[in-house]
């Protein structure tokens, strides 16, 4: 029955994808973008809001109904374009026309490579401007890439509930994370090596520097952890990245610096759940935790691009200072003597239309 039903669908795939190559395109963009709010990987959700705005047709991957590549090949009929965030060409169906361009909006330093037979018009919006070498070296012309930062949060319409002051003071961790619990690993060593680092990193967060991938693979070769057992990822984004912000975290308590922190996770953490706020469940949670403070905390290793940049705030990073410099920065921004962080223009509707068009 699958077998029957996945040959049907391919077949009506083609044929709606024949039609739509012989339409005339109108200047319509296609948005395919989830609606959920995620708090910092909230690409989706900013391009959905950003259609919202300007009427454009939306294709949610997150409603059942509109999450195949015939729902997509249904929606995209006499578009011009498609945008989507963080995913390319080789991505999407491979019977899309190449009449049809495709718009990527990368937010993380991932970049798809231009194929020039299937998709010569295709054009790429970056959140950091250093990733134009990346873009560079995947093959894209300088003139099928333009600089699209993340937008601020749109706080005007927010009925500010809490913290409510002109003169917001203190820095504002706002991040979700988790505790440090390995999990069930087959090989001992690897067991060993996570609560070294765990126990490495609360203590000490700056030995971490820039790459956190070098970091993990110093560590194994240190300790002679086989590299082909190992799950990299895993280790980075469950023990690396919060084990780091957590370690920030202890440090400024521990100079006795005012901080303020919101996001799921830390509750079920003993030393840190008398200070949390709320977790920020949408977009509205965002701007009342940002009312409250002068300066956030970065707390993410390296030096990617991060929406946190955007917010209007001052922004603490860790990067290329010691700890006695970051500590005295981080008392001087949350008595409000920062200035807000610089930010590359932001993505709208009119880069958009312009770098398509």
Known sequence: TFKAENERRAVRLKELFAVAAKLIPTTEILIVAPSQFRLWDDAGGTLNRLAREQDWRI???EDSRSASPLALARAVAGASA???ANAGRSELPADLPSTIKVAT????????????AKGPADRLLLAEPAWQNLATAAGWPADHIAIAGWP??????TQCTVGCSPTPQGLGLIADT????????DLSSQRVLW???ASELLSDPFVLGDNPLAYLESWMERTGVEGEALDRRLFIDRLIQPAY???LLRALLA????????????????????????????PADLCNALSEVAALLHVWPGNAAHPITSCNRAVLRQSNLTKAAWLKEAERLGSGKGQPTAAPQPINSTLIRALIN
């Open 152 to 157: 601020a949060p749109d706080c005007t319409a």
């Open 245 to 247: 912000a957590q370690g």
């Open 105 to 116: 909006w990368i937010t993380i330093p991932r970049i798809p490579a231009y194929d020039p």
């Open 255 to 282: 100079a006795g610096i005012n901080v303020k922190v919101w996001g799921k996770g830390w509750a079920d953490i003993e030393e840190f759940a008398p200070i949390l706020r709320n977790p920020i469940n949408a």
């Open 82 to 84: 498609i945008l989507i």
């Open 59 to 61: 294709l949610n991957p």
């Open 195 to 197: 609560h070294t680092i």
């Open 178 to 185: 988790r505790n440090l619990t390995p999990p069930d690993f």
